[in-house]
């Protein structure tokens, strides 16, 4: 799971503008602080698709899936199951 969390984090902080990488919180929303819109949605969702070989489904685009490195991670485990 860390290493996976670490992987999203490292996607985030080098895609997104973070102003301040080490205050980035797992569990921050990353929609409410304005971190990604709902293009980068789409963005983590590429990634998530070719670093995990996982395939994330309409229905699965929701904020509990995708808002936090934490719920990312989470997701990912789940599918790889």
């Known amino acids: 799971m860390e290493t996976t969390r670490q992987q ?7 895609n997104f503008y973070v102003q301040d990488p080490a205050a980035l919180e797992d569990e921050a929303s990353l ?10 949605v789409l963005e983590v969702i590429a990634f998530v698709e070719a670093t ?4 994330v ?7 509990e899936n995708l ?7 989470a997701f990912v485990l789940r599918k790889k199951g």
């Open 57 to 63: 489904e309409d229905a699965e685009m929701v904020p």
């Open 31 to 40: 929609l409410d602080r304005g971190l990604i819109d709902s293009t980068g």
């Open 67 to 73: 808002d936090s490195i934490a719920s990312i991670a």
């Open 52 to 55: 995990f070989g996982v395939k």
């Open 8 to 14: 999203i984090r490292q996607f985030i902080v080098s």
